[in-house]
């Protein structure tokens, strides 16, 4: 694998007088997201059921959840991701599935993937289209999407952007676009998070730790090319001080090995 720079800067510090959490020398957190057995709970089910709010990084940076913002309908801020999706689009990670009704109702066939049950309970009770899978795991039409999405911080899934990006772009069609969410300038960091309550408690299986990833836009191109991919649209800087968010579209390159 090609060396990726490390992060340049630090990321936002959401509480800073948090007390450093540590993570043990002996965790096993190279497995994917913990979960409580085949089909059983996951550590994103306590996010999700509104008990974790915070990300904790193994370098005790802690970050917010827009847990609000998964559980809402999708709104103008994710107009940039929905105007670029216009055929067959798998979201993995789908969470609720906000993104997957957009693009249902703007007549975009699309398919939601997700391993939290409560993420596939209020994805069914939305009517979206949903599998309870892994992103890694064998997923219907492989090498047949037009557009794979990884919104809101999804770049982490793995914990390691590269794989995960050779994955997506697995599923791709020929042309087809990884539309990725990406953070503000901060590098790439790579390691070990776990979840916490607002007021810093661990809520049983969310405080497992887990391989987790965070990609500022600064650090995408290193980061595609790694996989194969080359960045061919960025959310343009108004975009980003209007709606706080940031994306990229990714297409795979011509001329790479496995392609
Ligand atoms: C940031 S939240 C989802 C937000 C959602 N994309 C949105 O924009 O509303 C991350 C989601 O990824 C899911 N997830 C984590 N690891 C996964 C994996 N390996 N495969 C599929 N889903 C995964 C979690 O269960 C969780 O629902």
Redesign the pocket.
Known sequence: MTSLSPMTQPFAVVDAARERPVCPADVVWDE??PDAGPGGP?V?DAA?AGRSHRLVRADGVVLP?AVQ??QDDADDDDGWLLERCHGATL??????G??VVALADRGVPALG????VR?IERCLERGAAVLHQ???DRLPGEGRWEHVVL????IG??GDPVALLRRCRDLLARDGTVLVELEPDVGLWQGAAHLVSDDGQVDGLAGTWFPWAVLGADAVDEVAHAAGLRVTERSSPEDIVATGRSFCALRACEHFPGL
């Not at 979201?91 to 609720?96: A, E, I, N, V």
């Not at 993937?113 to 939290?116: F, L, T």
Request: aromatic share 10%.
């Open positions: 994917g997201v996951t994103f999700l959840l913002r998964w979201d993995l990670g789908c969470g609720p906000r993104l993937v997700d391993v939290s993420a892994d992103a890694f919104a809101d911080g999804n899934i793995g």
